[in-house]
């Protein structure tokens, strides 16, 4: 299973297409959805608002559920945030990718 976990870029800009994902834009969501499921690739933002990040919904997942993903897509453009997920991927030898927006998309997109 593919989860895709990001308040605000597109699933196809990294080449994901309707039907072969889930997609959550809070983190709380994702965790009652993941509690128990199989995620073979997490794509996971780090900011993602005021309640909860994504390196807590990783952690979250791995530590309190025991659900670990087989594969973690990092697609955050925070780099502290960046750093912390890559770290957690590390220590629980999950296979780690970082992967930030196409360059065109990046352009044309304001930031707010």
Not at 54 to 65: D, N, P, T
Not at 87 to 98: G, W
Request: with cysteine; net charge negative; glycine share 4%.
């Amino acid at each position: 299973m593919i989860i895709f976990l990001d308040d605000f870029k597109n699933p196809e800009w990294y080449d994901l297409k309707p039907g072969e994902f889930f997609q959550f834009t809070e983190g709380e969501r994702a965790l009652v959805f993941c509690k128990e499921a199989t995620i073979d690739v997490l794509y996971l933002d780090h900011d993602l608002g005021e309640t909860m990040n994504g390196y807590w919904v990783l952690a979250h997942l791995i530590e309190e559920f025991k659900n670990i993903p087989k594969a973690v897509v990092c697609i955050s453009l925070n780099p502290s945030g960046i750093q912390r997920i890559k770290a957690l991927c590390e220590k629980h030898d999950i296979q780690y990718e970082y992967r930030s927006p196409p360059a065109d998309i990046m352009l044309d997109t304001v930031w707010i």
